[in-house]
């Protein structure tokens, strides 16, 4: 019950974690209140459309949920000392950022202030106020048309600067 879930988050104590075995920990444990997905899918059905659209074999499923531990064993000291802020204030690139609205495991809030200090030459943030963390498996369709429409605008937008580039090459240069 809840009041076992309560003992276990104290006895985890709050993030961060000291290791990735308490930070999976918890999120098994906040999972259970919609930290992870706001409306949790079907994972059956998951799994049966990632089979069909041949993203993965029967046999290959369990070595992809032990990947997911595994990477994050691999960084989960490294990412407890990483700040965006002072580390990345500035890219070159377009930034897409999709978040949950719902999301409890990473905090949606300092995503969005991260991105509002970010220095980028285009930048589109995209609320999903339908999910929590996992946004792809939470709204598929929505997740899917957003990656292809921020895709478009920084193809647009490379094309445009290609373009710039060629037209200022000297005469001669191919």
Not at 32 to 38: D, K, M, S, V, W
Request: glycine share 6%.
């Amino acid at each position: 019950g809840d009041e076992d879930a309560l003992v276990a988050l104290e006895e985890i104590g709050p993030a961060p974690y000291g290791d990735a075995a308490e930070l999976l920990r918890a999120e098994r444990l906040t999972g259970r209140y919609g930290g992870l997905f706001h409306r949790p899918p079907n994972r059956w059905r998951i799994v049966l459309r990632g089979l069909w659209r041949g993203d993965a074999t029967p046999w290959e499923i369990h070595r992809i949920i032990r990947a997911n531990r595994v990477s994050l064993e691999a960084m989960h000291a490294e990412l407890l000392g990483l700040d965006l802020r002072t580390s990345v204030p500035r890219v070159s690139v377009p930034v897409c950022m999709l978040l949950g609205r719902h999301d409890r495991h990473a905090d949606a809030k300092l995503a969005e202030e991260y991105f509002l200090q970010l220095a980028a030459p285009k930048k589109t943030l995209v609320w999903f106020e339908e999910s929590a963390h996992n946004l792809p498996f939470e709204e598929p369709e929505r997740f899917n048309a957003e990656v292809r429409s921020c895709l478009r605008a920084a193809s647009r937008r490379g094309s445009r600067e290609r373009s710039r580039r060629t037209r200022a090459r000297p005469r001669g240069w191919r």
